[in-house]
């Protein structure tokens, strides 16, 4: 609700297509500040001046959005093609994993335009609400889908590329922070292991040598366990990812609905 009332502060003096619907555009926005909230009116209403269009419509907000989230659009990027099939696998991977993942937020879209200084393609999911605490099971989820692009490049390719690393690096501190900083490990259960403090030159921590090999072995067990799992299920319905990339590779981005309506047949 702040969110909506923010954009309308902010976009009242724009003329807005009749399509316009600043509560998707809000949901769209979550995590966003105020500030965040500006720049996508303004930078909306700049699209549509580029555009040579008098009235801003829901696409100008949107792409404004992924703008904020994910950085400008890079086409000029040159992908070879083997890169290219390389990213919508496993862009398709992240999707279907997040559409199989229980409590997952939705698809927003698929896309294999280069955006940003690093990404070569991106899915996006926004929430249906504003959420403050995790539990343990949307943890793993998350981290499942994390791990979806790579388990897909995995399953077709036979071999893994350097296009998940940041994926990976994310996945593994949020296995971390669930054993040392949440208390959900099987040795630690509601216990927060202190982060390492460095002092002087050597630097000191504020657990034994036994607890640090704990967490970085538990942390390897936890994210192969899980990768186990992402890569069975997309095994199992091998034929949608393969019939969902193929589409990505001709369209280079689907949307939400698209999404959903393709990925109805997936098997559980």
């Known amino acids: 609700e702040g969110r909506v009332a923010i954009l309308e502060l902010h976009t009242k003096n724009i003329k807005k297509d009749s399509s316009v619907n600043l509560r998707k555009i809000a949901q769209s926005a979550a995590g966003l500040s105020g500030?965040?909230?500006?720049?996508?009116?303004?930078?909306?209403?700049?699209?549509?001046?580029?555009?040579?269009r008098k009235i801003v419509s829901q696409g100008d907000f949107e792409e404004a959005i992924e703008k904020s989230v994910a950085g400008l659009q890079r086409k000029s990027r040159i992908l070879s093609e083997q890169e290219r099939t390389k990213v919508a696998y496993h862009e398709t991977g992240h999707a279907l994993t997040a559409y199989m993942t229980k409590g997952a937020p939705p698809v927003s879209k698929i896309s294999i335009i280069p955006r940003g200084f690093?990404?070569?393609?991106?899915?996006?999911?926004?929430?249906?609400?504003?959420?403050?605490?995790?539990?343990?099971?949307?943890?793993?989820?998350?981290?499942?889908?994390l791990l979806g692009?790579?388990?897909?490049?995995?399953?077709?390719?036979?071999e893994i590329s350097t296009g998940a690393g940041n994926d990976i690096s994310r996945a593994s501190d949020l296995v971390r922070k669930m054993i040392t900083?949440?208390?959900?490990?099987?040795?630690?259960r509601n216990i927060t292991l202190p982060s390492t403090k460095n002092q002087g030159f050597g630097g000191s921590r504020e657990y034994s040598e036994e607890a640090q090999q704990y967490i970085d072995s538990e942390t390897a067990r936890i994210v192969n366990d899980r990768y186990a799992i992402v890569l069975n299920n997309?095994?199992?319905?091998?034929?949608l990812l393969e019939q969902i990339t193929q589409k990505l590779l001709i369209q280079e981005v689907i949307d939400g609905e698209a999404f959903k309506t393709l990925a109805q047949s997936v098997t559980p």
């Open 35 to 52: 500030a965040d909230l500006a720049n996508i009116a303004n930078e909306a209403a700049l699209m549509a001046v580029r555009g040579k």
């Open 234 to 239: 997309l095994r199992k319905n091998k034929d």
């Open 118 to 145: 690093g990404a070569l393609g991106y899915t996006l999911q926004y929430p249906t609400e504003d959420r403050f605490l995790m539990s343990e099971s949307e943890l793993l989820g998350t981290i499942d889908t």
């Open 181 to 188: 900083e949440y208390g959900m490990s099987k040795k630690y």
């Open 149 to 158: 692009g790579r388990a897909s490049e995995e399953l077709v390719f036979d």
